[in-house]
């Protein structure tokens, strides 16, 4: 009898250990509606050195790509990776849905300045950083010759106003594309303008609320004049649409991010400039970046880790940053220091306006109820744009609005 | 003689019973469970009992109350033009005229195509810079510019106004047209026998005829409409700054955008209990104006 129930025990220990041998099913959920080359690249070989796991690319349009990640975790069946905007990994921290990040530490030395802020949260980085952009000043110069004035980067905010007016006086094109639809990049627009006039939104030293300040009281000023040689209605556009009444010579300039060049009309007689200086700051920008996040309960998280991993460093994101191929994105390491020597961005003017400024630059505030913060920030600027109130009155709003986010 | 007492008998019971598990389960459970969770917290990474506080704080904000009145007023507008648009297409193409069988298929597509295809066709006609509307109005000299029919409040509003008129007339008007047609001729032609004209005829005869049919497609629409989301949500969700945010669009955002289920089921609940309020008094306003009618 004894040797009977040895008997099974073992059985039954060689049938537990042979599960740990069976596939892991790993589901990563990748945003942009394709699968990229180098993505698929990077899975294949890790495949090959991982035997008996299994990866299941699932790729899901931008629109609906992190919401359906969210849904499947509040489902709990979480996939196994997921790229997410970084501004939902406190939520999902908060929540217990994703898991710390083990990024290494020659890694954390190789990011640009500020990456890492953007997936921090009490001291805790909870995503590995995947994709990265800044943004500058996109000017049409066929406009501003039409216009009298000479393309050249305007260096503080009334030289920006007084060339705006100069083209929307003098041709048929607004002087510049606002955006302000209930959209993310109406704050992320924002948030350039804010961080280019010396201000915050939070302290990254104490947590503290700082949006109810001055410099976002002359950054709201800014819209306000903007609003006066903008194209019409800017609370219905958002940035792509502002691209495209850029394209068809109805806007004279507006800002943009690096992949700008590559969705601008062929032979676009353009200039990219830093963003102008405010009163209250120096030319800065903003840091924004999404994550590849792993999800708790997967069941797999370690070899999830690896497979983040090994699709955000070295030539797997270097193949995702360069125009050739990739995204066209900010670069998000400082490539040189991972050896590789000669990086697309190295000697080309046009990289260097999207570099230089990330040191000045600040990053999109981490907040739990990052949807309803979106939802402050556009309440304030169609405010403004609406002309519903004074400066004044919206920012002390929005600022008592943040306040219960926090 | 002593009767004997006949058996309860439920084979009647038996051959209704798939279709109630079927209500229970697609109707009265999701009821249930949001009325439940309602009274939580419920968010994405868990849930906790808080009894009615979700519905003390909403009924507490101005600017739910403000939703409610916006929600109201779209509803009694969109129906009310609905019903309007309806009668007089219906009228029409009662009519005989030659093409009316052209004339009634033609009236069709606005109801028959897609909402969402629908709605992304008037976001670009109401489009500033690209849309047709702004482009012939300012070539009529009717606008200096371009204008922008979502950018600002009151445009927005009312543009998602003609936009549901758009889709819903259709079918009020194939409905009313139906009703007309089972109106007998007989009374048209004594009334005409005795001198009444065209007007006459249409308020005397024709509206009380088919008034169930109005009063029935009057609830049905002012429900959908009431609940009407895809339309808004294309077209502009929810804004500028709140200007088209309606109940349902306020609870989708809370809900689903803001992942606050508690807080989203709350709004739903008062969704119910504002339609079935709304639909008392409406059919006892109905009773009291019939009853007034026949002692006339």
Redesign the interface.
């Known amino acids: 009898m004894k040797s009977i129930k040895l008997a099974l025990i073992g059985l039954l220990l060689v049938a537990g250990s042979s599960f740990s041998l069976r596939a892991a099913d790993l589901h990563f959920i990748m945003c942009g509606g394709e699968v990229r080359e180098a993505d698929q690249t990077v899975v294949d070989a890790f495949i090959a050195n991982n035997p008996g796991v299994n990866v299941n690319i699932e790729a899901v349009p931008w629109g609906t790509c992190q919401d359906k990640s969210l849904t499947l975790a509040a489902a709990g069946d979480p996939p196994s990776i997921s790229y997410m905007g970084s501004r939902t990994l406190r939520q999902l921290a908060n929540n217990d849905l994703i898991v710390p990040a083990k990024i290494s530490s020659d890694l954390m030395e190789a990011y640009q300045p500020g990456i890492l802020n953007t997936v921090t949260v009490k001291g805790t980085h909870w995503g590995y950083p995947r994709a990265f952009s800044t943004k500058a000043l996109f000017i049409n110069c066929d406009l501003a010759e039409q216009a009298g004035v000479a393309c050249e980067a305007p260096t503080n905010w009334d030289e920006l106003y007084d060339m705006a007016k100069a083209i929307n006086d003098n041709t048929d094109a607004a002087g510049f594309g606002l955006v302000g639809k209930d959209f993310d990049n109406t704050m992320h627009q924002f948030l350039v303008w804010l961080y280019s006039n010396g201000g915050q939104v939070i302290d990254l030293q104490t947590g503290a609320n700082m949006l109810d300040s001055q410099s976002t009281r002359e950054t709201l000023a800014l819209y306000e004049k903007l609003v006066g040689v903008a194209q019409e209605g800017p609370t219905a556009f958002e940035r792509s649409q502002v691209k495209d009444l850029y394209n068809d010579g109805q806007v004279g300039m507006y800002v943009e991010g690096p992949w700008g060049r590559g969705v601008h009309n062929e032979g676009m007689n353009e200039i990219v400039v830093p963003i102008p200086a405010g009163p209250s700051g120096e030319s800065g920008t903003l840091l924004i970046t999404d994550s590849i996040a792993v999800f708790k309960g997967s069941g797999h998280e370690d070899i999830a880790h690896k497979l983040a991993t090994a699709l955000t460093s070295g030539e797997s994101q270097y193949a995702l940053d360069t125009p050739d191929g990739g995204w066209g994105l900010t670069p998000i390491f400082d490539y040189e220091k991972l050896g590789i020597s000669d990086p697309y961005y190295k000697g080309d003017d046009y990289w260097a306006v999207f570099i230089n400024g990330i040191g000045a630059g600040g990053p999109e505030p981490l907040v739990e109820d990052f949807k309803i913060m979106q939802s402050v920030f556009v309440n304030m600027i169609q405010g403004i744009l609406l002309g519903d109130d004074t400066v004044d009155n919206l920012v002390s709003i929005a600022g008592e609005e943040f306040d219960e986010l926090l | 003689m002593i009767e004997k007492k006949s058996k309860l008998d439920f084979y009647p019971y038996f051959l209704l019973a798939p279709s109630l598990i079927f209500i229970l389960v697609i109707v009265a459970w999701p009821l249930i469970e949001t009325f439940r969770l309602s009274l939580t917290d419920a968010?994405?990474?868990?849930e906790s009992y808080v009894g009615f506080e979700n519905y003390q704080e909403l009924l507490e904000k101005k600017k739910f109350h403000r939703v409610i009145t916006r929600t109201f007023f779209w509803m009694f507008l969109s129906v009310g033009l609905k019903i309007l648009l309806g009668l007089a297409g219906a009228t029409l193409l009662n009519a005989k005229v030659p093409g009316r069988a052209l004339f009634r298929v033609l009236v069709m597509p606005p109801w028959v195509i897609p909402i969402a295809i629908g709605c992304i066709g008037w976001l670009w006609l109401y489009?500033?810079?690209f849309g047709l509307l702004s482009g012939i109005a300012q070539r009529i000299g009717l606008i200096d510019?371009?204008?922008?029919f979502?950018?600002?409040?009151k445009p927005a509003f009312y543009s998602a106004i003609v936009t549901d008129v758009w889709v819903g007339t259709p079918m009020v008007t194939i409905f009313f047209l139906a009703a007309m047609q089972g109106v007998s001729r007989d009374l048209y032609e004594a009334a005409w026998v005795d001198g009444a004209g065209r007007w006459h005829r249409f308020r005397r005869i024709t509206i009380p005829q088919i008034m169930p049919v109005i009063v029935t497609m009057s609830l049905l629409s002012m429900i959908w409409t009431f609940n009407s989301f895809e339309i808004i949500w294309i077209l502009t969700?929810?804004?500028?700054?709140?200007a088209t945010t309606t109940l349902i669009v306020d609870t989708y955002k809370t809900a689903?955008?803001?992942?606050k289920f508690g807080e989203g089921a709350a709004r739903a609940v008062i969704i119910v209990a504002l339609l079935g309020i709304f639909s008392f008094f409406y059919y006892s306003l109905i009773k009291k104006l019939n009853k007034f009618e026949e002692r006339k």
């Open positions: 968010r994405l990474g868990g489009n500033s810079h510019g371009p204008f922008g979502l950018a600002y409040k969700e929810g804004g500028p700054r709140g689903i955008g803001n992942w």
